[in-house]
DNA sequence: AAAGAATGAGACATTGATGTCTCATCTGAC
DNA sequence: GTCAGATGAGACATCAATGTCTCATTCTTT
């Protein structure tokens, strides 16, 4: 059993080394490692022992960035119901993973990588069919193309991100503002009474 | 006049190189002076004679952007008219600077020196202070702080920089999609006929 | 309590980018 | 044509981060 034990906490301490990687690099990308170490609360020689370098800490956690975002959809079913709806759901769905997106956004060298470039390439297209379905059912602007809105909508998940990270939106707000701004756009509609 | 012509070329040179560099440092934050060299159409060693190292050169990127977002504001006169109107012009005066704008906002590190930050700091705040007058006017919409709007505006601004960058967008629709989609969002309007 | 595994601290070599230098070449002014 | 200034190419030193190692300590399991 002590096998099993093992390989469980290898699992968690992965994990949780991850997302304390995320903490960091989202905000400085070029961080040391000993910064991420520290951030994770164990030592460099650990975290050595986890990840065989840098290159692989940054591809992990792009992977895992990108698990989490595929996830996000999948748990949005943005493929069904109304365009609108699923839209809203996926916002729901991807806020609490934002700085991970901030990371994803932020990181380009990640996708010299093939296989994370296609992990993205499979979520990116999705978000843009999702686009697409919403502009041939009449709810999306036909005047932006699919592929800005989808563009767009990401850019602004990585700015929740940032911002929240910082401190300058409080996460409770962060998912009505990134919905409301990104579908209802910054203008005030006028009055329908 | 020697000494004249001398001065002259060298101030070209130093906005010519930077404009260079900001063309690759908005992708990859991380490239080494070789490439900036490179793609300045110079060496590394003439590189270093007008900068003293890669944090100068960074620094002066920053302010160059800076200085040409501050001049945006001034030429677009955000402080007068219609709020409205104010960003639309806004929108219009700095998209041709987008990538500049996407290079202020990946390069965090850059917020460290004082000067920089406090030039950043005059230039958000009288962005902050034209959403909170457009709120006045019922221009726009009060149930989303001015603070996350002008973040989000910039977040936009930012990554309409990297999609023409990268060929995802068309330079003759930028200004366009990207006040279109922040003033009118992603919902297409009831017909108001 | 004892054995084994995991960790942290630190020393050390390696590597790659940066910063500095020299020298040959080129350009422009006269 | 000559000369001063500017440039490019490359060698070289420096330095910081990474990757590797050892060893003492701590924690876990039995």
């Known amino acids: 059993m002590s096998h099993l034990t093992y390989t469980r906490n290898m699992a968690t301490d992965r994990d949780s080394v991850l997302e304390a990687a995320v903490g960091v690099l989202s905000r400085r990308p070029t961080a040391h490692l000993d910064e991420i170490a520290r951030a994770a609360g164990i030592s460099r020689a650990t975290l050595h022992r986890i990840f065989p370098g840098r290159d692989a800490l940054i591809r992990e956690v792009g992977a895992l960035g990108l698990r989490k975002f595929a996830t996000a959809l999948d748990s949005a079913a943005i493929e069904?119901?109304?365009?609108?709806s699923a839209l809203r759901r996926l916002v729901d769905a991807i806020v609490p993973d934002a700085a991970l997106c901030a990371f994803l956004a932020g990181e380009n060298q990640l996708y010299d990588d093939p296989e994370i470039n296609e992990l993205w390439e499979i979520q990116d297209s999705r978000v843009r069919?999702?686009?697409?379905?919403?502009?041939q059912e009449g709810v999306f602007r036909i005047e932006l193309s699919a592929g800005w809105l989808s563009e767009a909508f990401f850019d602004l998940v990585a700015g929740v991100g940032w911002a929240v990270q910082d401190g300058r939106l409080a996460p409770r707000d962060s998912a009505y503002s990134l919905a409301e701004l990104f579908l209802g756009g910054a203008l005030r509609r006028p009055d329908p009474s």
């Open 129 to 135: 069919v999702l686009f697409l379905r919403g502009q």
């Open 80 to 84: 069904t119901g109304d365009a609108q």
